[in-house]
């Protein structure tokens, strides 16, 4: 059964990006003992330099550690957990399982998936592995976000249940490969647009793509 590995929260911190020039991340996430109220933007105690949460969109961030042990194969070493920021680390809930519209139940909290996570470059830089972002992207392991449903309280050990579920045929992994399909295919993206459980963010960077498209 699908469960919480471990509870993660941050406060935005001064850090070298890739690159060498100064900047500010919340990427820094560190597991938290016991119970964390998640509330309607968000965790109690976490912050975001780049996403703003006045939405309600991007309150929540779960990566599976399924796509951790895929990328320590790929690096051939252990990488540092957590190195994308998230909020939850899961087990058994997956890019490929996970539909965009599930409304899950973690601790007290209702969850509702809505959108893959669009990687940037801090993950490479929080785990010291120069190529996690476009392993991340190449293969579809974004993580994912949600909105609050119910607030409530979660810890680590709780079990992720699925209360209800999204479209089957969109599962994060899907939009992943609409996202970043090289040329991108305008009926594909169309047809995720349609999706009314995605996010409106999302949906924007979708009509990005559109925009560069050949007529």
Known sequence: MPRILSVSTGRVEPRLTRKGNEG?????????????????FGLEGDESAYRSRELGDTAVHIF???SYARFRELAGRELPVPSFGENLTVEGYTEREA????VIRVGTALLRVNQPVIRCSWPTV?????????????E???GFYLD??????????DVLEIVSRGPADWTVAAVNAVYYA????????????????????????????LERLPV
Do not use: H, M, Y
């Open 182 to 209: 090289k040329p991108a295919v305008r009926a594909d993206v169309d047809a995720a647009l349609a999706l009314p459980e995605l996010a409106d963010r999302f949906k924007a960077d979708l009509r990005e793509l």
């Open 64 to 66: 599976c550690v399924e």
């Open 24 to 40: 500010r991340t919340g990427i820094g996430n560190r597991p938290v003992d016991g119970p964390v109220r998640i509330g309607r």
């Open 126 to 138: 929080q785990s010291g592995e120069p190529r996690l972002t476009r392993w991340a992207t190449q």
């Open 140 to 142: 579809g392991l974004t």
């Open 99 to 102: 539909c965009v519209g599930d």
């Open 148 to 157: 609050v449903v119910q607030e409530g309280v979660v810890q680590a050990g």
